[in-house]
Nanobody
């Protein structure tokens, strides 16, 4: 799997960002996909999961009500819409095939207080 995350940046608290993950090298539409994040000095944590067809989603408690995971199985792109961002959302965000250990380079999100 080849995964390329983009869309990160620096925003003020309360702002929004939309992350994208371009996938190639595998049958994207056949797999559950996930977003994870890793803050400095902390372990990587699962943020959101989406089923292969996009009809089912699950979120970490920290993301519920603020983040939305979605996918485009024609373009082979995974998205994470993040609203009402908080300083504690600051991290490097990664996408992956759920359960797989292949990772992209990640995209940095920094939320200023």
């Amino acid at each position: 799997a080849h995964l390329v995350e983009s869309g990160g940046g620096m925003v003020k608290s309360g702002g929004s960002l939309r992350l994208s993950c371009a996938a190639s090298g595998f049958a994207f539409s056949s797999y559950e996909m996930a977003w994870h994040r890793q803050a400095p000095g902390k372990e990587r944590e699962l943020v959101a999961v989406i089923s292969s067809a996009g009809g089912s989603t699950n979120y970490a408690d920290s993301a519920k009500g603020r983040f939305t995971i979605s996918r485009d199985n024609v373009k082979n792109v995974l998205y994470l819409q993040m609203n009402s961002l908080k300083p504690e959302d600051t991290a490097t965000y990664y996408c992956n095939v759920l359960g797989d250990e292949s990772w992209g380079q990640g995209t940095q999100v920094t939320v200023l207080s």
